[in-house]
């Protein structure tokens, strides 16, 4: 199977991203008005959060060495560079978005909807992490959102290559169908503002409300198929019940209390995505000890 892209590509879609980020914030072209110092800021965000999140389509192979860290290109906490980093990770969120989309959509087709379980709860937290990152106002802070958001496209980019190698995916296929996905992204850019999204204050409540959404669609699923969901609807519910808390930090603003709160989530995601595997497996015991019944 070949690497989605070489890494030398991935600073050129950078300064690609960078030229059509300058054109979507309400008309306003950004970076031709930037001094020297913010300029400087500027080209050191782009090639830190390049690699620390286009990696995944950067090589389908990486050795520990070749991740970078990330350090945090901030002049630390100056409110200028934190708010222009945000804005900028914010679109890079969305173009991450749409490739997940795009593998995604491939995944699905060649797997008949069997192969993309993982990939879009792994899209569900990296979207917890991107979503969290206008509720921050730390260069630490901002920082510590980055690497997550890195770890989870890594995460990604391993399931996709199993499932690629399982089912005997096609590259060239894969590709166009993240490039369509991210010509969809670039269109809705030009059409509306409200597109960059992950912009907004109140993006992270929005993520959770869409999670919680999924959620309730794949309960009445496994309910459908008789599978048992009763401890997998109490970790459902224990995770709406952290709605509260989670718009009282949007609208309060309340600084750095959204990670805390998105570790407690995540920590009930796993035992909610956990519970699914185990009532799964018990389901599909039960159906073959009652086929071989009906054999004797």
Not at 206 to 225: I, P
Not at 265 to 281: Q, T
């Amino acid at each position: 199977m070949n690497n989605f892209s070489h890494p030398s590509n991935i600073i050129c879609q950078d300064s690609h991203l960078e030229n059509n980020y300058s054109q979507y914030l309400g008309g306003v072209k950004m970076v031709g008005f930037l001094d020297s110092r913010q300029r400087f800021v500027w080209i050191i965000a782009c090639i830190a959060i390049s690699f620390a999140i286009f990696t995944p389509f950067a090589s389908a192979i990486l050795e520990n060495a070749d991740i970078p860290q990330s350090t945090g290109p901030l002049n630390k906490d100056n409110p200028e560079d934190i708010a222009f980093l945000k804005t900028h990770t914010a679109y890079v969120g969305v173009m991450q978005q749409a490739r997940m989309n795009g593998v995604i959509g491939y995944i699905d087709r060649i797997t008949e909807g069997t192969g993309t379980t993982n990939l879009r709860w792994i899209q569900e937290d990296y979207l917890a992490a991107a979503s969290s990152i206008p509720l921050l106002y730390t260069s630490d802070e901002i920082t510590a959102a980055r690497d997550e958001m890195k770890a989870q496209s890594l995460r990604f980019l391993d399931e996709t290559n199993i499932q690629m190698a399982t089912f005997n995916g096609n590259d060239v296929d894969l590709k166009a169908n993240i490039s369509e996905s991210e010509a969809d992204a670039e269109t809705s850019f030009e059409r509306t503002s409200d597109s960059l999204w992950l912009m907004k204050g109140s993006a992270r409540l929005a993520a959770f409300n869409t999670s919680a959404e999924k959620r309730s669609a794949l309960l009445l699923t496994l309910a459908g198929k008789g599978v048992d969901i009763t401890e997998i609807r109490k970790f459902s519910e224990q995770i709406d019940a952290k709605r509260s808390d989670m718009q009282e930090i949007v609208v309060k603003h309340q600084e750095g209390a959204v990670l805390s709160l998105n570790s407690g989530i995540a920590r009930l995601n796993n035992e909610f995505r956990s519970s699914i595997v185990d009532a799964v497996k018990k389901h599909e015991i039960h159906l073959s000890a009652a086929a071989m019944l009906t054999m004797k």
